[in-house]
């Protein structure tokens, strides 16, 4: 331990416990380099954005982005805030090679479909969000890095065309139960299927990522033409509590992509175990693939 800090460390300890509480009460709340210390996904990526931008991260070498100052922190997550949302990312990226139109529902501030094109020239993104606030800064970042070739929707994909009543939870929009107590403020929104969205902006998506809070198995029953006809890979996070709230469960949403010809995968792509979907208790991300088409 460098000399300062044990100094601090042993006038800490001496102190008298009016001061000892007093420093409690009154200190600045720690920053990233405390919390984070002992943190190798932390200081991996103090090490790699040494010499970025201002309005610049680096993700992972070879692939930074510009962003608006609001997203930096929702971003981080994927860097080290997160060991799941890293692990996730991580998966994602070793999946893109060879993949060239992807969809990205539930895109919130656009990571995504931004690190797909950074870089691909030949790679193009849909994303979509149905968040106001979050579509905002989607749309931000989209201009911020004018080399990504991602277009942005503003709507939510779920089962059927007509309406959907979703509730805000931070700047996520979540499909919400209308007999169960409001988690935040309502609103009823457009929806549609991803098929008729697919086919309206003509794209015949490889690889699909789908987050949105537990509404999975409603949006994947509107992409079910897609997922006959063009076969993507799917990076798909899975919310038991949400889904169990509108009455279905890991194992309806298994049970549907296996009936399409689909096998889930965890992220490192080994092969999930028989009831492992389908006992989910927390949220978990997977990898899901076409039988017929090996990783």
Same mark, same amino acid.
């Given at each position: &331990?460098?000399?300062?800090?044990?100094?601090?460390?042993? *006038?800490? @300890? !001496? *102190?008298p416990p009016i001061v000892q509480r007093a420093w409690q009460r009154w200190r600045p709340p720690p920053g990233d380099a405390e919390i984070f210390a002992s943190n190798p996904f932390y200081l991996r990526h103090v090490d790699w954005n040494r010499a970025a931008a201002p309005n610049e991260i680096v993700l992972r070498p070879g692939l930074s982005l510009r962003l608006g100052p609001?997203?930096?922190?929702?971003?981080? #997550?994927?860097?080290?805030?997160?060991?799941g949302m890293i692990e996730e990312f991580d998966a994602f990226l070793g999946v893109m090679p060879g993949k060239s139109r992807l969809l990205d529902v $539930?895109? !919130? =501030? /656009?990571?995504?479909?931004?690190?797909?094109?950074?870089?691909?020239p030949g790679a193009r993104a849909l994303a979509v969000e149905p968040s106001p606030t979050a579509f905002a800064y989607l749309l931000y970042n989209l201009r911020a890095n004018p080399d990504c070739a991602v277009r942005a929707a503003e709507t939510a994909l779920s089962d059927?065309? %007509?309406?959907?009543? &979703?509730?805000s939870i931070w700047q996520h929009l979540v499909a919400a139960d209308p007999a169960a107590p409001p988690r %935040?403020?309502?609103?009823?929104?457009?929806?549609?299927? %991803?098929?008729?969205?697919?086919? @309206?902006q003509s794209l015949a998506p490889d690889l699909v990522k789908i987050d949105i809070e537990g509404h999975e198995l409603a949006c994947l029953r509107g !992409?079910?033409?897609?997922?006959?006809? =063009?076969?993507?890979?799917l990076c798909l996070e899975l919310h038991p509590e949400e889904l169990r709230a =509108? /009455?279905?469960?890991? $194992?309806?949403?298994?049970?549907?992509?296996?009936?399409? $010809?689909?096998?889930? #995968?965890?992220?490192?792509?080994?092969?999930?175990?028989? %009831?492992?979907?389908?006992?989910?208790g927390e949220i978990r991300r997977f990898l899901v693939q076409p039988e017929a088409i090996p990783f």
């Amino acid at each position: &331990m460098p000399l300062l800090s044990r100094l601090k460390r042993l *006038a800490k @300890e !001496l *102190a008298p416990p009016i001061v000892q509480r007093a420093w409690q009460r009154w200190r600045p709340p720690p920053g990233d380099a405390e919390i984070f210390a002992s943190n190798p996904f932390y200081l991996r990526h103090v090490d790699w954005n040494r010499a970025a931008a201002p309005n610049e991260i680096v993700l992972r070498p070879g692939l930074s982005l510009r962003l608006g100052p609001d997203s930096r922190y929702p971003h981080e #997550h994927f860097c080290f805030r997160d060991a799941g949302m890293i692990e996730e990312f991580d998966a994602f990226l070793g999946v893109m090679p060879g993949k060239s139109r992807l969809l990205d529902v $539930g895109a !919130l =501030h /656009g990571i995504f479909a931004l690190a797909f094109t950074r870089g691909r020239p030949g790679a193009r993104a849909l994303a979509v969000e149905p968040s106001p606030t979050a579509f905002a800064y989607l749309l931000y970042n989209l201009r911020a890095n004018p080399d990504c070739a991602v277009r942005a929707a503003e709507t939510a994909l779920s089962d059927r065309e %007509g309406s959907i009543l &979703m509730e805000s939870i931070w700047q996520h929009l979540v499909a919400a139960d209308p007999a169960a107590p409001p988690r %935040g403020p309502r609103f009823t929104l457009a929806a549609r299927t %991803g098929d008729q969205l697919c086919a @309206e902006q003509s794209l015949a998506p490889d690889l699909v990522k789908i987050d949105i809070e537990g509404h999975e198995l409603a949006c994947l029953r509107g !992409l079910v033409q897609t997922l006959r006809d =063009h076969r993507p890979t799917l990076c798909l996070e899975l919310h038991p509590e949400e889904l169990r709230a =509108h /009455g279905q469960s890991p $194992g309806e949403v298994e049970a549907f992509l296996r009936a399409q $010809g689909y096998r889930f #995968h965890r992220p490192d792509r080994a092969p999930c175990a028989d %009831g492992e979907v389908a006992a989910l208790g927390e949220i978990r991300r997977f990898l899901v693939q076409p039988e017929a088409i090996p990783f």
